[in-house]
Each structure stands twice: as structure tokens, then as C-alpha cells.
């Protein structure tokens, strides 16, 4: 499967923005999908996390109630919704899909179980 991550770009504090992340080649309706992202001279960080069918939502805590994960299946993308950016959430953000289907990490999402990261996209937060 390979995933396009886009919906990036030069934001102010406070701003909202809609990450998309569109798969092709594969269906990923059985799949957790995960959003994780990595800052300059930092690792890769785990944001948020959408079971396959969607029923359970997953959060790193700097995120928890600015950021919403959703899915449709129907068109093979999931979204990250960001409202209330702050400089630190400048980073490139990745999607990626789960390597096992039909697997639930309740909220254990490690980047060693996921794959197809892309190209990811850029998000800038000027203070």
C-alpha cells in the first residue's frame, strides 16, 4: 500500500489545519491507521491512532482535545484534524499503516508496528 500525506503547511498559533492521508493499492479498511510526526534533531512520536472500523481513537496527551483522527473507508483516507496549533507541533507529520490487520493497539501505538510512512507533510507553526 502506499500512503500520500498532504494538507500541510505555514500556520500561526492557534490555526487549524486538516491532514488527509489517501492510500492506494491496498484497501485499509481493516487496518489501524496511525498520524505520528517527527521534529528536527527528535525521533519519531506517536499523535493519534484510529482502529480499523474506527471505534477507538487514540491520543498522545500534548494533543489530546485540539486534535481529531477520523476515517472513511469508502475512500481509503484517513484525516488528522489540528486546531489550537502551537509552535511545538512543528513537524513533519506521517501516516502509516498498521502491518497486521484486524489488530487493536489500545493506545500502545509503537512505529515499529506500522509501515508505508510516505513522504509526509510539512506543518509549521510560527509563534
Known amino acids: 500500500v502506499q500512503l500520500q500525506a498532504c494538507g500541510g503547511g505555514l500556520v500561526q498559533t492557534g490555526d487549524s489545519l486538516r491532514l488527509s492521508c489517501v492510500a492506494s493499492g491496498r484497501t485499509i479498511s481493516r487496518y489501524s491507521m496511525g498520524w505520528f510526526r517527527q521534529a528536527p534533531g527528535k525521533e519519531r512520536e506517536f499523535v493519534a491512532g484510529?482502529?480499523?472500523?474506527?471505534?477507538?481513537?487514540y491520543y498522545a496527551d500534548s494533543v489530546k482535545e485540539r486534535f481529531t483522527i477520523s476515517r472513511v473507508d469508502a475512500k481509503n483516507t484517513v484525516y488528522l484534524q489540528m486546531k489550537g496549533l502551537e509552535p511545538e507541533d512543528t513537524a513533519i507529520y506521517y501516516c502509516a499503516v498498521d502491518r497486521l490487520a484486524l489488530r487493536n493497539h489500545y493506545g500502545n501505538y509503537r512505529p515499529a508496528d506500522f509501515e508505508s510512512w510516505g513522504q509526509g507533510t510539512q506543518v509549521t507553526v510560527s509563534s
Open positions: 484510529i482502529s480499523w472500523g474506527g471505534t477507538m481513537t
